[in-house]
């Protein structure tokens, strides 16, 4: 990157830049209020009310009951705690669990391990647009399914869930209904109680709050066993003492995420993006659908470029972008999301993703598709 170049972030799927108020609003509790909330003594107590507003203004993003949000470090642990949590509470009833082929890792890994210690796993397949189908899902619930686990919306190519017909199917059946909300919660509109949802995972990092910090909602009057025993934070469900400066900064952001909700300008950028690139890149094409996907993500291939060499490229002019998803980053392997809704090999490893956030201009967007375009047509021309 030479000093002319800007930088221009387009990576906000993998994390995104904490807001000042965010970290405002923990600084305090990293200095002078350092109290442990668990504590009798007065600031002690004045610390562990500022968690239950922090509790509250989680829980006001997705319509549910402060007492039904558990603070996790992070959307790994709450995907964790909500896979084996309820595959081992219900262990008698059964061991079957539904899932989907374009979960993240932090889905798939506990599934697969969870194959292991002898539960059966079904991974529901998406069409082109990478959205499941409903009958498909409702074919596959047996007498001994005990969880469906299907994410809001996916990392990689942005696409929405149709978590309402999802819900629905789930409480019919009274099956547990967890959805991994990490890219959605505070991005699109969840209500979990319109939506039937029973668990659904967030994670701070992605709503400009603070990293380690996640939250798992656990509707009222669902049985499912701890994954930290200790103490007795979290009503004995998760111990450990406090991240309070996390916590407060997650609720922060979480209240200014709410605010955002109902006047973004994000999917007119999209749009202008994905727009852009089709008219202006030869030979590329949008990997996803167009109707269902979060405003931020664009996923995007261009015929005979390998993605890892355009990637370099572009960080050497200050654009931040990813191929797939960042846990998966200098793996070879092809994107488990992209084979799933139907690229091949080599159109897989074609592709990028490039997800703006909401300071991202349409100046920012000019200056991203002219490198890109300057680098596509570089790597095409050595071969
Ligand atoms: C980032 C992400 C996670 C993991 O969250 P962490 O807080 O980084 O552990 C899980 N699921 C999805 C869909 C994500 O995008």
Redesign the pocket.
């Known amino acids: 990157m030479t000093r002319m170049d800007k930088l221009v972030y387009l990576d906000n799927?993998?994390?995104t830049k904490m807001k000042k108020n965010v970290l405002d609003s923990m600084i305090p509790f990293m200095t002078d209020a350092f109290y442990n909330p668990s504590a009798s003594y007065e600031k002690a107590k004045e610390t562990k009310k500022k968690i239950e507003t922090a509790r509250e203004q989680i829980a006001k993003v997705i319509n549910a009951k402060p007492e039904e949000i558990y603070f996790t470090?992070?959307?790994?642990?709450s995907?964790n705690w909500a896979l084996k949590g309820i595959a081992f509470s219900n262990y008698e009833k059964g061991k079957h669990i539904i899932t989907s082929a374009i979960e993240?890792p932090?889905?798939l890994s506990t599934t697969r391990w969870l194959k292991d210690q002898g539960f059966d796993i079904t991974y529901l397949n998406v069409n082109k647009d990478g959205i499941i189908n409903i009958e498909e899902l409702e074919k596959s619930i047996r007498p001994d399914t005990t969880l469906i686990s299907i994410?809001s919306?996916?990392?990689e190519i942005g696409s929405i869930q149709p978590l309402k017909e999802i819900g629905a199917i789930a409480r019919q059946h009274k099956i547990p209904f967890h959805t991994?909300a990490?890219?959605a919660f505070g991005h699109i509109k969840i209500d979990v109680s319109k939506m039937k949802i029973d668990l659904l995972?967030a994670?701070?990092?992605?709503i400009y709050g603070p990293?380690g910090v996640?939250i798992l909602y656990v509707k009222s009057g669902i049985k499912m066993e701890s994954l930290v025993h200790g103490g007795e934070q979290e009503n004995g469900r998760r111990a450990g003492t406090y991240n309070v400066p996390g916590i407060i900064g997650m609720g922060t952001a979480a209240s200014m995420a709410l605010e955002r909700l109902n006047n973004s300008s994000e999917e007119e950028i999209r749009d202008y993006f994905i727009k852009r690139i089709l008219e202006d890149i030869p030979l590329s094409k949008l990997n996803g659908g167009t109707k269902f996907r979060l405003p931020n993500n664009i996923n995007a291939r261009f015929d005979s470029v390998d993605a890892e060499a355009l990637l370099v490229m572009l960080g050497q002019r200050g654009i931040c972008a990813s191929a797939g998803?960042a846990c998966t980053a200098g793996n070879t392997e092809p994107s488990h999301v992209l084979s799933a809704i139907g690229l091949t090999s080599k159109e897989a490893n074609n592709s990028i993703r490039l997800t703006i956030s909401d300071e991202t201009t349409k100046k920012d967007v000019d200056y991203a598709v002219k490198v890109i375009k300057e680098c596509v047509g570089r790597l095409r021309g050595r071969t």
Do not use: L, R
């Open positions: 799927a993998a994390t470090s992070g959307g790994s642990e995907d993240h932090a889905i994410m919306a996916n990392n991994d990490v890219q995972s994670s701070g990092h992605k990293k996640g998803s």
